[in-house]
């Protein structure tokens, strides 16, 4: 079979395919335990800078106790071979990508000269007609794209309104256009809620496109029998 190349071209056109964004969605140590490991690893290696500490033990106490925490070593993200390491297993595509420029879930580093000697030979043999070729430094890489990842399809898709309850309890931070509304524990009424559009620092335009987005949050056939109609209300 002809060697793939996994750059972004090639990620590109996978996701072009199938109808998803270019880059994964999930892409985040606050979204992925995947991603989170991959990146980890990668700063525990002194392959990238050093993650915060702080930071770093806040995502792994997160993600410790996920459903999707890996539950044996083989299905762990790993990474092996010494020092420094050439082997990475299990990764986040995203993070290889932006790591190594290569979006894979595995890569071996070549780092036998015999080895080298035969990668060599094989490029001469077979070149490949792109002129990229991965076995210059790679002995295996197994290209993956985000949505062929197995954490993909398991992960939950974010919710835009995720920490906003109706009359109940907000807690973090909620940013409706444009104007931050923090604080331990807060109450929100919908009322409130198109107040603090309105009394916000964004332009009209961006004030409406924040209506119309809470609208079509509440028209939802489960919401609108619960709150009895009430997007048709919000307007200019």
């Known amino acids: 079979m002809p060697l793939t190349f996994p750059d972004l071209a090639w990620y ?3 996701s072009e395919r199938k109808r998803l964004p270019g880059r994964c969605p999930y892409a ?8 989170f490991e991959s990146a980890a690893l990668l700063s525990d290696a002194g392959t990238t ?37 050439n082997c990475y297993s299990n990764f986040c595509p995203e993070t290889a990508f932006d790591t190594f420029g290569l979006f894979a879930a595995t890569l071996i580093r070549i780092v036998d000269p015999i080895d080298r000697q035969m ?14 070729d991965w076995r210059w430094i790679w002995s295996h890489v197994a290209p993956l794209h985000y949505a062929d990842c197995p954490l993909y399809a398991k992960l939950l898709p974010e919710k835009t ?23 331990p524990v807060m109450t929100l009424t919908l009322t409130e809620l198109i107040e603090k559009i309105d009394a916000s620092t964004a332009t009209p335009l961006e004030k409406e496109e924040a209506k119309s987005k809470l609208a079509e949050f509440l028209a939802h056939p489960l919401l609108a029998s619960v709150f009895g109609g009430i997007a048709g209300g919000i307007g200019g």
């Open 12 to 14: 590109s056109a996978q």
């Open 28 to 35: 985040s140590i606050h979204r992925c335990p995947r991603y």
């Open 49 to 85: 800078s050093p993650m915060p500490q702080e930071l770093h033990d806040l995502m792994l106490e997160k993600w410790r106790t996920h459903d999707l925490s890996p539950a044996t070593a083989e299905s762990a993200t790993s990474i092996s071979g010494g020092s420094p390491p």
């Open 119 to 132: 990668a060599e030979r094989l490029i001469k043999d077979d070149p490949t007609p792109t002129g990229k």
């Open 161 to 183: 309104m995720a920490n906003l309850t109706f009359n109940g309890p907000v807690t973090g931070n909620v940013n409706i256009a444009g104007h931050s509304i923090t604080g």
